[in-house]
């Protein structure tokens, strides 16, 4: 089954302890990218990557970090998580052929950073 | 990317067609109508898209007006899994080119 899958699903940290969430793609996407959602923001792109080792800021890029060393994984990293980035996060990655353009998103992480 | 705008909330009798509209008023040559939405917190998923011409699959169909400056997305049965928000998304379909999902419009399907 064509999917993207996150983990970890939910998360409850503390300030500046080191987090990494997981996203992984089985459709040999080239195109992955990042998203945050907040109440009254609707969704925010963090990051996004157009292939293995290109990777570029996207919307709200501050306070993350991201690689790409394999096109299947796309893993978003917190170095220093802070209470202002308590969010819903959700993955996604992107086929674009021929009429096709179409973003499959994972299910999402929910992040609480006290 | 253009800016759109979406009616905050509609309601809509399972069984009936669901009309929901999107203003896009300056909405450039090149770029694209997208929709998606989402159900209760999960992930955002793809309706359709288009550029100038009305499409329809196996979702929904989308009309958008000669002048490209508003889209109407029509879910012509509507169930009670139908209800989310949903998200209208003008951009350009560049390599690079992200989605800006706003507010959107959270479509109630009732008995």
Redesign the interface.
């Known amino acids: 089954e064509a999917q993207v899958t996150q983990n970890p699903r939910y998360l409850i940290t503390v300030t500046g302890k080191k987090l990494t969430v997981t996203c992984s793609q089985n459709m040999n996407h080239e195109y992955m990218s990042w998203y945050r959602q907040d109440p009254g923001l609707g969704l925010r792109q963090i990051y996004y990557s157009m292939n293995v080792e290109v990777t570029d800021k996207g919307d709200v890029p501050e306070g993350y970090k991201v690689s790409r060393k394999e096109k299947r994984n796309f893993p978003l990293i917190l170095e220093s998580p802070s209470p202002n980035q308590t969010s819903l996060y959700f993955c996604a990655s992107r086929v674009r052929q021929g009429i096709t353009d179409t973003q499959y998103f994972g299910p999402g992480t929910r992040l609480t950073v006290l | 990317d253009a800016k759109t705008t979406q009616p905050t909330s509609m309601d809509c009798a399972e069984g009936r067609a669901a009309n929901l509209p999107c203003n896009h008023s300056t909405i450039s040559g090149n770029e694209?109508v997208?929709w998606?939405r989402q159900i209760h917190?999960?992930?955002?998923?793809?309706i359709i898209?288009g550029l100038k011409n009305n499409e329809t699959n196996e979702m929904a169909s989308l009309i958008i007006t000669e002048d490209r400056k508003s889209s109407t997305l029509i879910l012509p049965h509507a169930t009670l899994r139908d209800t989310a928000v949903y998200?209208c998304i003008v951009t350009f379909?560049g390599?690079?080119s992200?989605?800006?999902?706003?507010?959107?419009t959270r479509l109630q399907v009732t008995l």
């Open positions: 694209y997208y998606y917190s999960q992930g955002p998923q793809y898209h998200y379909r390599t690079a992200k989605l800006t999902f706003g507010t959107g």
